[in-house]
């Protein structure tokens, strides 16, 4: 039977690269996303390579919701190999202004909803005597940057958890890391470009140049294929020892 990977925010942006990357290579897909086209991206790119695909749009705000969409995916797809926890949301204003309806639901979706999938997709994975659950955090999980109290938050909760998790699953072959991207040019960062061009009465062009890549060495976006590639690798049989650590892929950024 082969692997199936559980992809949270899987259709658009990061998360449709990742997934389409895992279904290149064999793996039956749960897509998950808000997209209203969503179960037509799943079936066209099933059909494309020539496997299992199923689609939810579960609301990540809501516990409940999570624990379904990790049962919906066993019982659709048969088993669950690989987490991806990617969904992400985001809001920049700073923190005298940042709405507290923001900072919940943020902190919900970009954190929580981690935990709880996880929480669900333990028992299947310990079972099974197999898991990986990979977290798509940030490089702003490892820096911060003004006007994202929630964001960096966020990620940065989300790096711990990866820790205990790995720690927990140590014994059991679940593993856990984290992979920390730089910017990529995805539907949330150009969303971020155009709030960060208002908090800085900057053009868009000069927050692109003047504020996202001035941090990193390397001064292009971080490719989706990138992220794609290292997490394969950190689903895959032999990553045996590799848990409870981060992948930075920030152009350099963090070297400074």
């Not at 299992?52 to 019982?75: D, G, H, R, Y």
């Not at 923190?95 to 996880?118: Q, R, W």
């Amino acid at each position: 039977m082969p692997k199936v990977a559980l992809i949270t925010g899987s259709t658009s942006g990061i998360g449709l690269g990742v997934a389409e990357h895992f279904a290149q290579n064999g793996y039956a897909i749960m897509f998950h996303g808000l997209e209203v086209n969503g179960a037509q991206i799943a079936a066209e790119l099933g059909a494309k390579y020539q496997v299992a695909t199923s689609f939810s749009n579960a609301n990540l705000l809501k516990p409940e919701a999570i624990a379904e969409l990790v049962n919906e995916t066993v019982s659709q797809l048969g088993r669950l190999d690989v987490l991806i926890n990617n969904a992400g949301i985001q809001y920049v204003a700073p923190l005298t202004d940042f709405p507290g309806s923001k900072y919940e639901n943020i902190i919900a979706i970009n954190m929580n909803a981690s935990f709880y999938a996880s929480k669900a997709a333990w028992p299947h994975m310990e079972k099974q005597g197999f898991g990986r659950i990979i977290n798509i955090a940030s490089v702003h999980g490892l820096r911060a940057s003004a006007f994202k109290t929630a964001y960096v938050a966020a990620k940065h909760g989300v790096l711990g958890m990866t820790k205990v998790m790995a720690l927990e699953g140590a014994n059991k072959n679940i593993n856990c890391n984290a992979i920390c991207p730089g910017y990529v040019k995805t539907p949330l960062v150009e969303g971020q470009i155009a709030d960060q061009a208002k908090s800085h009465g900057l053009s868009e062009d000069e927050v692109v140049t003047e504020v996202m890549l001035k941090k990193q060495a390397v001064k292009q976006f971080v490719p989706i294929t990138a992220i794609a590639d290292m997490a394969l690798l950190l689903a895959k049989d032999g990553s045996e020892t590799i848990t409870g650590t981060t992948f930075t892929l920030d152009g350099g950024w963090t070297a400074q």
